[in-house]
């Protein structure tokens, strides 16, 4: 029904990439609550490091933005929302643990930077390098531009 709309395929994609993204940015916010808590009860009131939690909160954001345009993805390949949940939690946890744990198994150190969790924690560390930055959305506007050739395809075939 929504392809019989005047509507682009990326503005689709878009504004469910959009809700999603809001969606676990506004679950998040509370959790800045407990930045400050802990910052204030701890030993030495402000003894935080401020710059592993900056980096680990941009780092959170970026996964939030991999892992949305993930889902997106999956939910356009399919029209079952349970096999596009599997799909896209299947595949996450590839992106995030999968190319560290092959990279052990075939002992290649390298293939590890492949996946987000070298990424990420690069970015917990405090480090927000903007080669780190430049992986997190490149593996965004990927999987944002798979739903679209995705949408495309299945549209054709009907």
Known sequence: ???????????????????????????????????FTIAQLGETVNNLDIGST????????????????????CSSITSNQIIAFLLSAVLCFIMYFGFEGF??????????FL????????????????????YFLSIAVL???LSELSLKIITQKQ
Not at 13 to 27: F, W
Not at 56 to 73: E, H
Not at 106 to 112: F, H, Y
């Open 115 to 134: 996946g987000l969790k070298y990424h990420y924690e690069s970015m917990a560390r405090g480090v927000i390098d903007t080669r780190d930055v430049i």
């Open 1 to 35: 029904m929504i392809f019989t709309r005047p509507i682009s395929f990326r503005s689709i994609i878009a504004g469910k990439y959009l809700a999603g993204v809001t969606l676990i940015v506004i679950a998040l916010l509370p959790t800045l609550l407990y930045v």
């Open 103 to 112: 990279s052990t198994v075939i002992e290649n150190d390298g293939l590890a």
């Open 54 to 73: 900056i980096g680990s909160y941009a780092g959170v954001m970026l996964l939030v933005l991999c892992y949305v345009a993930i889902g997106v993805f």
């Open 143 to 145: 999987f944002f531009a």
